[in-house]
């Protein structure tokens, strides 16, 4: 099956748009060593617990950068379409080829959705190669540590989720046996008093059902471990107080998205209701898309999903406009190990990182992607030294887990 988009742009014509290519900006290619140009930009999909798109970015000067967009159909046709207006130019100017992406893609709506998170791959993917050429770890082009592990947070599934004590077995198991004194674990699980799902209104036992959920786990890991629940977006704002005001006496972590993500009005009222700390971020775009969301404290917690909100810079600005109002950051996080690693280089530059979520722990061939062991131990990844990203693909690990139907990539020059 073909996909290539390259064909229908022609790189060379002339735009009136805001154009940003070296050589309309005037720009010198005479940088001595650093005079380097992408010669390549390649995609392929992995079949994960989600469908992980990986990124390549090939420059001349033999080296070679992995990326990861968001999962989902379309990321690589995106990419592909993208390919003509990073090759010939240089891969050390991360902000500019960025910017460059938005402006180009802008009629195909790079103010969020999927281009956001197909530029999110290639700008992942930049990192790595300009870590690689100037020979530093990824978090030193991004200014630095402030802690030379990240804690990482473990999404949990029970065999039955709906049953309390199902949940805290599986909580004490991963505690126990895997190692995390951080969890989280799905709140939106049917309770059996549900009458009409659509209208997002809960009834009093549903509550009642979450609280004993929550009691069930908290109550099982004690202060071993931090315990936060996702509701997916589900219930009205009233019905989301009525829940934040019957966990409270519980200490949890956090409630994450209680009712749907696009009214920053509702979400204010909802999470300035209660002493229960409230996660929000994953469906937003851009700091521009977190921005209202952080000037009116409509959170307590932001969750930006860095290989889909822009990437590794946007996700920094995003974090240090959160520090301002003092907000920590818990960065959703549903990856192969080339995003996840992405999440933690950036979780160490920033003193507002709470954790990251690590969203595959029963897949069991997560960490074979990559010739490196050990991403996670207990609870905690280490920051490489290596240059970059600090990972290098197993390309025999992924072309064994490829979706059908895609290439595998050319291999390292
Ligand atoms: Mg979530």
Redesign the pocket.
């Given at each position: 099956m073909s996909r290539n988009y390259r064909t229908l742009h022609d790189p060379n014509a002339e735009y009136t748009m805001r154009d940003l290519s070296a050589e309309t900006m005037g720009l010198s290619a005479s940088r001595g060593p650093r005079d380097v140009e992408i010669t390549d930009v390649q995609t392929t999909m992995v079949g994960g617990n989600y469908p992980w798109t990986l990124v390549r970015i090939y420059t001349d000067a033999g080296v070679v950068g992995n990326g990861e967009s968001y999962w989902g159909v379309g990321e690589p046709e995106i990419i592909d379409r993208m390919a003509a207006f990073l090759i010939g130019e240089n891969p050390l100017d991360i902000d500019r080829l960025y910017e460059h992406l938005i402006q180009k893609m802008s009629g195909e709506g790079s103010i969020s959705g999927k281009v956001i998170s197909a530029i999110s791959g290639v700008e992942i993917a930049l990192h790595d190669v300009a870590g690689k050429l100037l020979d530093v770890p990824a978090y030193q082009l991004l200014g630095g540590k402030y802690r030379d592990e990240v804690r990482v947070y473990c999404d949990c599934h029970a065999g039955d989720e709906s049953e309390p004590t199902s949940n805290a077995a599986e909580a004490e198991r991963v505690v126990d046996e895997l190692g995390y004194d951080a969890l989280k674990f799905d709140l939106d699980v049917p309770s059996g008093a549900e009458i009409d799902r659509a209208n997002r209104h809960m009834r009093g036992p549903e509550i009642e059902h979450k609280a004993d959920i929550v009691r069930a786990v908290c109550e099982a890991v004690g202060d071993r471990a931090d315990a936060a629940f996702?509701c997916?977006w589900s219930y009205t704002p009233s019905s989301a107080k009525q829940l934040l005001q019957a966990v409270e006496e519980y200490d949890v972590w956090w409630i994450?998205?209680p009712i749907p993500p696009e009214n920053v009005e509702a979400q204010r009222v909802v999470t300035q209701s209660s002493t229960t700390p409230v996660t929000v971020g994953?469906n937003v775009y851009r700091s521009h898309g977190t921005r209202r969301l952080i000037d009116e404290q409509a959170l307590d917690i932001i969750?930006p999903d860095l290989p889909k909100v822009g990437g590794m810079r946007e996700t920094q600005k995003i974090a240090h406009h959160a520090d301002r109002f003092y907000i920590p950051v818990a960065m959703?996080n549903v990856a192969s190990p080339i995003g996840t690693m992405a999440s933690a280089q950036v979780a160490t530059t920033i003193p507002n990182s709470l954790a990251v979520e690590f969203h595959s722990y029963q897949l069991g061939w997560w960490e074979d992607l990559v010739e490196e062991d050990d991403l996670i131990v207990d609870g905690r990844m280490t920051i490489p030294e290596a240059p970059g990203l600090g990972l290098t693909l197993d390309l025999d690990a992924v072309e064994e887990h490829m979706i059908e139907g895609e290439t595998l990539f050319d291999p390292a020059p």
């Amino acid at each position: 099956m073909s996909r290539n988009y390259r064909t229908l742009h022609d790189p060379n014509a002339e735009y009136t748009m805001r154009d940003l290519s070296a050589e309309t900006m005037g720009l010198s290619a005479s940088r001595g060593p650093r005079d380097v140009e992408i010669t390549d930009v390649q995609t392929t999909m992995v079949g994960g617990n989600y469908p992980w798109t990986l990124v390549r970015i090939y420059t001349d000067a033999g080296v070679v950068g992995n990326g990861e967009s968001y999962w989902g159909v379309g990321e690589p046709e995106i990419i592909d379409r993208m390919a003509a207006f990073l090759i010939g130019e240089n891969p050390l100017d991360i902000d500019r080829l960025y910017e460059h992406l938005i402006q180009k893609m802008s009629g195909e709506g790079s103010i969020s959705g999927k281009v956001i998170s197909a530029i999110s791959g290639v700008e992942i993917a930049l990192h790595d190669v300009a870590g690689k050429l100037l020979d530093v770890p990824a978090y030193q082009l991004l200014g630095g540590k402030y802690r030379d592990e990240v804690r990482v947070y473990c999404d949990c599934h029970a065999g039955d989720e709906s049953e309390p004590t199902s949940n805290a077995a599986e909580a004490e198991r991963v505690v126990d046996e895997l190692g995390y004194d951080a969890l989280k674990f799905d709140l939106d699980v049917p309770s059996g008093a549900e009458i009409d799902r659509a209208n997002r209104h809960m009834r009093g036992p549903e509550i009642e059902h979450k609280a004993d959920i929550v009691r069930a786990v908290c109550e099982a890991v004690g202060d071993r471990a931090d315990a936060a629940f996702d509701c997916h977006w589900s219930y009205t704002p009233s019905s989301a107080k009525q829940l934040l005001q019957a966990v409270e006496e519980y200490d949890v972590w956090w409630i994450e998205d209680p009712i749907p993500p696009e009214n920053v009005e509702a979400q204010r009222v909802v999470t300035q209701s209660s002493t229960t700390p409230v996660t929000v971020g994953e469906n937003v775009y851009r700091s521009h898309g977190t921005r209202r969301l952080i000037d009116e404290q409509a959170l307590d917690i932001i969750a930006p999903d860095l290989p889909k909100v822009g990437g590794m810079r946007e996700t920094q600005k995003i974090a240090h406009h959160a520090d301002r109002f003092y907000i920590p950051v818990a960065m959703h996080n549903v990856a192969s190990p080339i995003g996840t690693m992405a999440s933690a280089q950036v979780a160490t530059t920033i003193p507002n990182s709470l954790a990251v979520e690590f969203h595959s722990y029963q897949l069991g061939w997560w960490e074979d992607l990559v010739e490196e062991d050990d991403l996670i131990v207990d609870g905690r990844m280490t920051i490489p030294e290596a240059p970059g990203l600090g990972l290098t693909l197993d390309l025999d690990a992924v072309e064994e887990h490829m979706i059908e139907g895609e290439t595998l990539f050319d291999p390292a020059p």
